[in-house]
């Protein structure tokens, strides 16, 4: 066990915070990162003993999470990979992109003074306001999810029936990406965000190597640039009233966006738009199928909609980590950060400290003052949590009036990933109201 003294985290847990299976076990990890709390290494060092990666800081509290993510000056996100990665992987990156540590240049891979102006060119259209003109739309598209839901039969895998169709046909919609391409945005989608799960990456490739599931990545991220070429082409010539329209028309200081920009402005929205949402939502109805008497008060007590949302999300925080890079020498959690220094804000880790969520593994409709990092926050706050917010919220508002119960009909499992995360089977029996 290391000690407070030198602030490096222990072996055994350094490695399982960048193991993909230690994130589909769940709860052994979420015991480490207790550990690394109660130990007083809510930040502290990761280092490889093989050198595999750069060493990194490891921010396992929700306060510290919570302040570097709001200091989007201090805590960057373009100097080296936003997501873990190891050494051999990022210059694998770099060389496939002439230098830069990002396959994608998104939303996610920047920062200021580009980011905020990137930003606002969608952000209206997410806004509750705006939202609201869809809500109809989305209504529709849940009603007949659920619809092809009992048409199952009373038994059946949640996320392929409801889960990952639902959430992606409703940013598709939004996207004006035509619904019989939507198959092969899900199959890139996973190729990019669920490279290290076999059944998730379709290679056909057992355990992957590292640099296997890069070449897998890159090629889903040319795939998406090819298509989004092609829809924003055609959205400059007769623009429409989707976001398609607003990326593929839009400008910074009076320029049009560039080509790479805009393909990672589509890629993110493509891509990150429907995973999340998808993982938040199969994990509310595992945690409503464990626990009938939960299932009844909250059908019974729709004031519990919203705090069904929030739960879920907090409960399996689909994003599970975000790497940063400090910009000057600084201090966090009484750590000495030093420039160019990495750094892990495990968001696991934060909506799972009990400082900040008393029992934080119970999934409760009912918490209170549910402040979850799931999100993000700051300049880099998820651009859609009010649009995953309205489609579960309908989505919940369906199914609970349209079931009388449900349960477990097997054994769920969890997707293999250190980065986006969640179910990837959830096989349910169900009763119809």
Known sequence: MATKADHIVPEEIGRAVIDPAAYAAWDPLLDQFDMLRSDGLQVARVVSSADLHEPFWLVSSFDEVMAASKDNTTFLNHPKPTVFTLRSTDALARAITGGSPHLVQSLVQLDAPLHPKLRRLTQDWFMPKNLR?????????????????????????????????????????????????????????????????????????????????TQIVAGAVKDFEAYFAALAAERRKNPTDDVATVIANGTIDGQPLDDVVTAGYYIITASAGHDTTSASTAGAMLALARDPEQFARVKAERSLLAGIVEEAIRWTTPVQHFMRTASVDTELGGQKIAKDDWLMLNYVAANHDPSQFPDPRRFDAAREGNRHLAFGAGAHQCLGLHLARLEMRILFEVLLDRLDSVELAGEPARAKSTFVGGLKRLPLRWKAA
């Open 133 to 213: 003109t869809i809500e109809q739309r989305v209504r529709t598209i849940a009603e007949a999810t659920v619809d092809r839901l009992l048409q199952a039969g009373g038994e059946g895998d949640f996320t392929k029936l409801v889960s990952s169709p639902y959430p992606l046909h409703v940013v598709m919609q939004i996207l004006g990406v035509p619904e019989e391409d939507e198959q092969r945005m899900l199959v890139l989608t996973q190729q990019m965000f669920g490279g290290q799960d076999e059944e998730l990456n379709q290679s056909g490739i057992k355990d992957l190597p590292p640099e296997m599931i």
